[in-house]
């Protein structure tokens, strides 16, 4: 053991006396000061300019991926040169993998935060991710990467005219879940620039995401495909599978789906408004490609499947206009004077600040009731989503305070009884 140690550190020591070795040294150290350079100028110039969207999206993956690959190209071109001068290039050589595998590895860990939410599963494919690019490094700087991808192309079966092989259904897992992160990742991009476009409507926003995001999902499908040679006139199987399972069993998702389409191009119902389905009320906060989120007053989100709304009936409190009149009802003593407490009633409708000014606020006689004269106010409002028991309640109050200021008596429920006298008819006798 310690001769081969003896010999391992006089091979170091003769390696340290070529000159080759300080002029390969010296090209990483500059290739990695320069690349540092350009990555810290690169990220001054795109904060300076500031901007949104694909700028803003440019200016924090810069910070992760710009140096790795920066270097991996001074490399390059630094062992071109070595080439030329007909100089040893083997340890530059050695160090562009290791920088390409850093730079995937975090471009990939980027666009994954940015096209899934984090959570425990996020957590553990981060570092599978790593450890396949490494491995796949390793590999390669070993020499082992070409015979052990021979194996896997070896494991194979052949269906009719088709060949599978391990080696096969790897490449198309791996292109599959890199197509499919891309296109989440570009279509979340696309949905935030939609967000920020204040001249487009909300609805046709949802619209453009769900349809960018079902393009792009259909178009990474058809190439991780024909990536790994799937003759894409094969689906024509999948597809008739795809009818059956629809006729049997996926036909409610199906529908769903659909009408979530239909509920966007028709603008029926987009986020913000106010609606009541069955029982249930509240604003719709999302709309997504199942079903919609309504949210209503007490923070509960109710979960309504979109076939629901195309099929049944649907009150939408703030289709067309927002406002929304509220009717308060109140009573008064047949004693009292009715017009005296219907101006009464329009000055308490200002006591709510949600009441509007336009358009004004009313107040009429309904009806002779059993009990007294029935007297209703009628307010605007223009937030239905906020309900409308608070402005009952306020206006409420300040008439009740008005009515007792000014003696106006709010009756009780109540019955008048007469009796008439004479004698009762005898009893017969038994």
């Known amino acids: 053991m310690t001769e081969k140690l003896l010999v391992w550190w006089?091979?170091?020591?003769?390696?340290?006396?070529?000159?080759?070795?300080?002029?390969?040294?010296?090209?990483?150290?500059?290739?990695?000061?320069?690349?540092?350079?350009?990555?810290?100028?690169?990220?001054?110039?795109?904060?300076?300019?500031?901007?949104e969207g694909l700028r803003h999206v440019a200016m924090r993956s810069s910070h992760r991926i710009l140096l790795p690959f920066s270097l991996a190209a001074l490399l390059a071109i630094s062992s071109e040169l070595f080439s030329l001068y007909q100089l040893k290039n083997n340890l530059i050589q050695l160090f562009i993998p290791i920088?390409?595998?850093?730079?995937?590895?975090?471009?990939?860990?980027?666009?994954?935060?940015?096209?899934?939410?984090?959570?425990?599963?996020?957590?553990s494919v981060e570092p599978?991710?790593?450890?396949?690019?490494?491995?796949?490094?390793?590999?390669?700087?070993?020499?082992?990467?070409?015979?052990?991808l021979n194996v896997m192309d070896s494991l194979a079966?052949?269906?009719?005219?088709?060949?599978?092989?391990?080696?096969?259904?790897?490449?198309?897992?791996?292109?599959?879940?890199?197509?499919?992160?891309?296109?989440?990742?570009?279509?979340?991009?696309?949905n935030q620039q939609m967000k920020k476009a204040q001249h487009i409507s909300p609805s046709m926003q949802v619209g453009f995401s769900k349809f960018s995001k079902f393009l792009l999902i259909t178009i990474a499908f058809l190439i991780a495909l024909n990536a790994v040679g799937i003759n894409l006139s094969s689906l024509a199987v999948f597809g008739g599978a795809l009818g059956v399972g629809l006729g049997f069993g996926l036909q409610r998702i199906a529908s769903n789906f659909i009408s979530g389409f239909i509920l966007v191009l028709d603008r029926s119902i987009k986020p913000g408004d106010v609606i009541s389905v069955g029982q249930n009320f509240g604003w719709v906060h999302e709309l997504k490609a199942r079903y919609v989120v309504v949210r209503n007053r007490e923070g509960v989100d109710t979960l309504i499947p979109n076939e629901n709304l195309i099929t049944s009936e649907v009150?939408?409190?703030?289709?067309?206009?927002?406002?929304?009149?509220?009717?308060?009802?109140?009573?008064?003593?047949?004693?009292?004077?009715?017009?005296?407490?219907?101006?009464?009633?329009?000055?308490?409708?200002?006591k709510s600040k949600r009441v509007l000014d336009t358009p004004e606020p009313t107040v009429m006689l309904k009806n002779?009731?059993?009990?007294?004269?029935?007297?209703?106010?009628?307010?605007?409002?223009?937030?239905?989503?906020?309900?409308?028991?608070?402005v009952k309640s306020?206006?409420?109050?300040?008439?009740?305070?008005?009515?007792?200021?000014?003696?106006?008596?709010?009756?009780?429920?109540?019955?008048?009884?007469?009796?008439?006298?004479?004698?009762?008819?005898?009893?017969?006798?038994?």
């Open 394 to 430: 306020d206006v409420n109050v300040a008439i009740w305070r008005a009515f007792q200021q000014e003696g106006i008596t709010i009756p009780y429920p109540q019955r008048d009884l007469h009796i008439k006298s004479g004698q009762l008819p005898p009893s017969s006798e038994l």
């Open 315 to 350: 009150i939408n409190w703030s289709y067309e206009d927002r406002n929304v009149r509220v009717k308060i009802v109140v009573q008064i003593s047949y004693e009292d004077d009715p017009e005296q407490a219907m101006a009464l009633m329009l000055l308490c409708a200002k």
């Open 10 to 51: 006089q091979h170091v020591v003769i390696q340290l006396q070529q000159a080759e070795l300080w002029y390969q040294l010296t090209a990483i150290a500059c290739c990695i000061m320069l690349a540092a350079i350009i990555n810290r100028l690169v990220g001054r110039f795109l904060i300076d300019s500031g901007g």
């Open 128 to 148: 599978a991710v790593a450890v396949i690019i490494w491995l796949v490094v390793v590999l390669h700087l070993a020499g082992w990467l070409t015979p052990v």
């Open 157 to 190: 079966f052949t269906l009719g005219e088709s060949r599978f092989s391990l080696l096969s259904a790897v490449k198309l897992t791996l292109v599959i879940i890199l197509a499919f992160t891309l296109a989440l990742w570009l279509a979340e991009l696309l």
């Open 99 to 123: 920088a390409l595998a850093l730079g995937m590895i975090r471009l990939l860990i980027y666009i994954l935060r940015k096209a899934f939410s984090s959570g425990p599963l996020m957590k």
């Open 368 to 390: 002779f009731a059993d009990n007294g004269i029935e007297l209703e106010l009628r307010v605007w409002i223009a937030d239905p989503e906020y309900g409308a028991d608070t």
